[in-house]
């Protein structure tokens, strides 16, 4: 299992260090945050099948002021039972969803990804959760994310694989199949099929 003390102050080394590049002026200071990124990665290294150098070469890939990630993922209902795609990455089940790319409303691309992996259309009506990825018991990622959990209403489609998934499904509540926690965590399930029941409910936010 992952440190939970030594992971959460790797990450937050390595924010610190990609801000301090950004912004410092002095060759010796780049010099420094440059250290405290390669003592981070080695850090999370002891928790990762990555070694040290795989993962500064992550850092640098990040760049300005450290921010979380926002990934969002589309909670659909028909009949009572939850869509979920089967991930070909890890062969385990999740709402669809993914990465926010630069310029999208988090609206658009919940429904651009449900539709690319699952086939089915479907409109955001409904923020229902923001979840600080670091709080719940997901496997771990070397930099921090924001999950926004977005109730969509089905609009039409049929179940269709993408190049991201190999079945897709709806499912009720007690026949849930095994979930991938790099990407959703049984609270979260449950907590969906909560706001189904309660639409009155405000977002949920950790």
Not at 119 to 145: C, E, M, S, W
């Amino acid at each position: 299992m992952p440190d939970e003390t030594l992971l959460p102050w790797a990450k937050r080394l390595a924010a610190l260090a990609q801000t301090g590049i950004t912004y410092a002026q002095s060759p010796f200071d780049i010099q420094r945050y440059e250290e405290i990124r390669a003592i981070a990665a080695n850090l999370m290294a002891r928790e990762s099948i990555h070694p040290p150098a795989s993962l500064i070469e992550l850092f640098k890939t990040d760049r300005g002021y450290a921010t979380p990630k926002v990934d969002v993922r589309g909670i659909v209902f028909r009949d009572e039972k939850l869509l979920l795609v089967r991930e070909k990455e890890d062969g385990l089940w999740t709402p669809p969803g993914g990465w926010v790319d630069v310029g999208d409303a988090p609206s658009r691309a919940v429904e651009k990804e449900i539709v690319e992996e699952s086939g089915f259309t479907a409109r955001a009506v409904k923020l229902i959760g923001v979840y600080n990825r670091d709080q719940h018991v997901h496997t771990p990622l070397p930099f921090a994310v924001f999950k926004l959990h977005i109730l969509c209403q089905l609009t039409g489609g049929a179940a269709t694989v993408s190049d991201e998934t190999t079945e897709v499904g709806f499912f009720p509540r007690d026949a849930l199949p095994p979930l991938s926690l790099a990407r959703v965590v049984a609270y979260q399930i449950e907590r969906a099929f909560e706001h189904q029941a309660h639409p009155e409910w405000p977002a949920d936010f950790d």
